[in-house]
């Protein structure tokens, strides 16, 4: 068993650096921490960066999760060619690159590139927020997948990974620590990247963005709402290049994981997305950019 220890980062293909960045800063609120060579970074905690573009075609490159140690690195390896996988080792200059000492890369059944890391840089110092949205870390991340049941079949063979509720076959909402989920697949007829989340300290975070977000005109793809399933009020919005990003606060803590029954909610009952009924929609996706090589 493959044992995630947190999610890692998000690197994104941008056609339009520079946009990229200062929405990432002056909109979300990051703090840009590195910007060379095509590779611009930023974060939201002590994580080294939670955010890397990459300048390039526009489309997600990968998300990474954390593991313990070299060890569970190596065991990775073993256990995912076990199950046919096919596993790309990175080299040391991938492993700068990312901020972490190693790494390695895989496909999921539908086309996800993922990253297993080791010894993601920490950075101690306070972070210097863009702008004060409340953020207080990077919350969790959402893949696609045309079918969803398959997708966790994938997680939950190979990884530390448990349901934490479905809804529909529109969505799996996982966990692999106490937080209803840092992991998530919905239903997209093809891989990618449907969004990454903020926590923010208080609901009054999350409405003081909805107006700010709205005053300069950014596109507000779902909410303010509450989600039934984690109990986090959420707000979604397109950044460039289609790449969502969603603030929410109060998201559900699984304190007994043993005693948890995975809940069934229907996706068109009218507060199945949202307790509030508010509109709701499917945010869109970051495309999966061509895997197949760690770049
Ligand atoms: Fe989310």
Redesign the pocket.
């Known amino acids: 068993m493959i044992e995630l220890q947190d999610i890692a980062y998000v690197r994104s293909g941008s056609a339009d650096l520079a946009a990229a960045v200062d929405f990432a800063v002056n909109v979300v609120g990051l703090e840009l921490v590195g910007n060379a060579d095509g590779h611009a970074y930023l974060r939201a905690d002590a994580r080294h960066h939670c955010l890397e573009f990459v300048e390039g075609a526009s489309g997600v490159l990968s998300t990474g999760f954390s593991l313990l140690d070299d060890t569970a690195l190596a065991h990775a390896e073993r256990d995912l060619e076990a199950a046919g996988v096919p596993v790309v080792r990175g080299d040391r200059e991938g492993a700068r690159e990312r901020g972490v000492r190693d790494f390695l890369a895989f496909e999921d059944p539908f086309g996800n590139v993922v990253e297993l890391v080791v010894d993601q840089i920490r950075s101690p110092g306070p972070v210097r927020f863009g702008r004060p949205a409340g953020i207080t870390e990077f ?2 991340l ?1 893949l696609d997948a045309p079918d969803v049941r398959e997708a966790y079949r994938f997680w939950s063979s190979l990884f530390n990974v448990r349901v934490s509720d479905w809804i529909g076959d529109w969505a799996c909402l996982m966990r692999f620590d106490p937080v209803h ?1 840092k992991l ?1 697949v919905f239903k997209s007829s093809r891989p990618g990247l449907c ?1 990454m ?1 903020f926590q923010v300290e208080s609901i009054d975070d999350v409405m003081r963005s909805w107006h700010f977000l709205r005053e300069r005109g950014v596109e507000i793809e779902m909410g303010p709402g509450r989600h039934p399933q984690s109990t ?1 009020i ?1 707000l ?1 919005f397109k950044g460039p290049e289609g790449l969502t990003y ?1 603030y ?1 606060y109060g998201v559900r803590r699984i304190a007994d994981d043993e005693e948890w029954r995975p809940r069934y909610f229907d996706p068109d009952a009218p507060d199945a997305i949202d307790l509030w009924r508010g509109t709701t929609a499917r945010v869109s996706s970051q495309p999966q950019l061509p895997g197949g090589t760690v770049r």
């Open positions: 919350g969790h959402c989920h998530a969004h989340n986090a959420f979604y969603e929410s």
